[in-house]
């Protein structure tokens, strides 16, 4: 199984941007679903956004749709989140996920489903 240690967390103000980005080991990750997962303290884990395989169809939530943007480095064999117009609501930790079984991963309790650690995301108001 592919092994994803995401990076690119920290403290920004609200109207800033960070850009996180999930590395992978063991495997590559071009024949994986691609997504980007977060849990605020006291909260469920939620979609971000995601993308399939080959890149050709990308899915965001609602609450970030617009700010944020999910792509794909395929030399280097990564995946980063760009987010912009950051909001306090937008604090949490914020995990790297791969599938080789669904087009879309959307869900955060899919069973194919490999995890990243995760990185600390803080905005700050």
């Known amino acids: 199984q592919v092994q994803l240690v995401e990076s690119g967390g920290g403290l920004v103000q609200a109207g800033g941007s960070l850009r996180l980005s999930c590395a992978a080991s063991?495997?590559?990750?071009?024949?994986?679903?691609m997504g980007w997962f977060r849990q605020a303290p006291g909260k469920e884990r939620e979609f971000v956004a995601a993308?399939?395989?080959?890149?050709?169809?990308?899915y965001y939530a609602d609450s970030v749709k617009g700010r944020f943007t999910i792509s794909r480095d395929r030399a280097k064999d990564t995946v980063s989140l760009q987010m912009n117009s950051l909001k306090p609501e937008d604090t949490a930790v914020y995990y790297c996920?791969?599938?080789?079984?669904?087009?879309?991963?959307?869900?955060?309790?899919?069973?194919?489903?490999?995890w990243g650690k995760g990185t600390l995301v803080t905005v700050s108001s």
């Open positions: 996920a791969a599938d080789s079984r669904v087009y879309l991963p959307t869900s955060p309790s899919a069973s194919g489903m490999n």
């Open positions: 063991g495997r590559t990750i071009s024949r994986y679903a």
């Open positions: 993308n399939s395989w080959s890149a050709s169809s990308t």
